[in-house]
């Protein structure tokens, strides 16, 4: 069985053309800043004081990091639903 995709309707002649302009006014939403991140001393136990700081503190960064991250695509989300204007 053979399908073909061909229409054997003729184009019609077209009455009006209406130009649609779609404006979309959006505004740059803040970036949040990057995380600044503490490496793991490799001397050190993993489990050691400073260590574990060291884990602690990066997960502050990365949770303040990712509130900003949603606090943008929040920015953009609004724009988007008030339909860029």
């Not at 649609?20 to 793991?40: M, S």
């Not at 990066?58 to 989300?77: D, F, P, R, S």
């Amino acid at each position: 069985m053979t399908l073909l995709g061909c229409s054997q309707k003729k184009p019609g002649k077209i009455d009006e053309v209406r130009e649609v302009v779609i404006i979309a006014g959006y505004e740059e939403c803040p970036r949040p800043a990057k995380p600044e991140l503490k490496p793991l001393l490799e001397e050190m136990h993993l489990g050691s004081r400073e260590n574990v700081d060291r884990m602690m503190h990066n997960i502050v960064e990365l949770q303040g990091a990712l509130k900003g991250m949603k606090a943008t695509v929040w920015c953009y989300e609004i724009q988007a639903d008030k339909g860029g204007k």
